[in-house]
């Protein structure tokens, strides 16, 4: 059974706006920090935002804080990251990842979702 499964993306104009979902199993999202990790077409996978288990820590990449934002519901053990005036920059894979911490480093998330793809047309 998958412990993360992502939701929510799709084919959105430029300025539009998404929001994708995380649903977590109960042991990572109690334990582990969620978060979002994006790869667009032929580039390597970057980190885009994530949330500490408690709520109370949310990071947010530089160049996207202005427009993204990452929350939680913890009725339902989902992550949820909201995006706002998308560009076609912003194009890409969203996975949903778990790590023990606030990592920038993809490869220290260990445990991932199969991943959401997010189209933006100019």
């Known amino acids: 059974q998958a412990e993360l499964v992502e939701s929510g993306g799709g084919l ?10 995380c649903a977590a ?7 582990l920090y969620i978060g979002w990790i994006r790869q667009a077409p032929g580039k390597e996978r970057e980190f885009v935002a994530t949330l500490s288990e408690d709520g109370g820590r949310a990071v947010v990449r530089e ?4 427009r993204f934002s990452i929350y939680r519901d913890n009725a339902k053990n989902t992550v949820f990251l909201h995006m706002n005036n998308l560009q076609p920059e912003d194009t890409g894979v969203y996975y949903c990842a778990a790590s023990g911490g606030y ?3 993809p490869k220290q998330y260990y445990y991932w979702g199969k991943g959401t793809q997010v189209t933006v047309s100019p």
């Not at 959105?12 to 979902?21: D, E, F, I, K, P």
């Not at 199993?25 to 334990?31: D, G, I, P, Q, T």
């Not at 160049?63 to 202005?66: F, R, T």
């Open 63 to 66: 160049y996207v804080n202005a």
């Open 12 to 21: 959105v104009q430029a300025v539009g706006s998404l929001t994708l979902s």
């Open 103 to 105: 990592y920038g480093d």
């Open 25 to 31: 199993s109960a042991r990572l999202f109690n334990n």
